[in-house]
């Protein structure tokens, strides 16, 4: 049982790199969600997907763009990576919005 | 002040004991309420939903006060594999008409032999 599956795991960038983090979930969820969890602080909504085509920001949006091109896939993309970015992402999926969300395994982003 | 509110703890605790958790929330038109577990360096995962009557899962008992935007975690008889991070998470909404999954800090739970 796949569920949801974020690659790639851990990645090193320098200051300034991009990169896109992919989530793939198989359960047919129409909701998708980016989370970033920093020590203490919990996780905070980066942006989410209510659906195929469509994106909306969360509560720390800025540095970040995202893509939801096909129902099973949720793209999160750092254009110019910064120190502050450094911090484990999650995706998480959900078959509607007051429903229980299923989260991948998460990826490890050091930017030095 | 944050949406989702949590005592971060750490709750140290020997086996056995009973111990609780508390969570406030600032959006009185949240309208799904769960807690999830965390465990170390792991993703989240769902212990329980929160229902307005109140719910229990074995040792868990969830409850959920509307008026005092509230919502409280009981574990009885703790385990050592009870030790985990417990995450407060509310529905409610982001930014015009959509809702989100909002998450607490965490309060972290150290259960002793």
């Known amino acids: 049982n796949a569920g949801v599956t974020q690659t790639p795991k851990f990645r090193v960038l320098k200051t300034g790199q991009s990169m896109t983090l992919l989530c793939a979930q198989d359960m047919n969820h129409e909701y998708m969600y980016w989370y970033r969890q920093d020590p203490g602080m919990g996780l905070r909504l980066i942006h989410y997907s209510v659906g195929e085509g469509t994106t909306a920001k969360g509560e720390v949006p800025d540095g970040y763009n995202v893509s939801r091109l096909k129902k099973q896939n949720f793209l999160l993309g750092l254009e110019s990576a910064a120190p502050s970015q450094t911090s484990v992402y999650f995706c998480?999926?959900?078959?509607?919005?007051?429903?229980?969300?299923?989260f991948g395994q998460g990826t490890r982003l050091t930017v030095v | 002040r944050k949406e989702v509110e949590q005592d971060p703890g750490p709750f140290n605790v020997p086996e056995g004991a009973t111990v609780a958790f508390n969570c406030t929330y600032s959006?009185?038109?949240?309208?799904?309420f769960f807690w999830y577990r965390q465990d170390c360096r792991k993703e989240p995962k769902l212990l329980m939903s929160?229902?307005?009557s109140g719910n229990e899962d074995g040792r868990f008992t969830a409850q959920l006060n509307r008026a005092s935007q509230y919502i409280s975690l009981l574990i009885r008889d703790s385990k050592l594999s009870d030790s985990a991070t417990y995450l407060c998470v509310v529905n409610m909404i982001v930014d015009t008409g959509r809702r989100a999954l909002t998450f607490g800090s965490g309060t972290r739970l150290q259960v002793q032999p």
């Open positions: 959006n009185s038109a949240s309208q799904s």
């Open positions: 929160v229902y307005s």
């Open positions: 998480a999926s959900s078959a509607n919005r007051g429903t229980e969300a299923f």
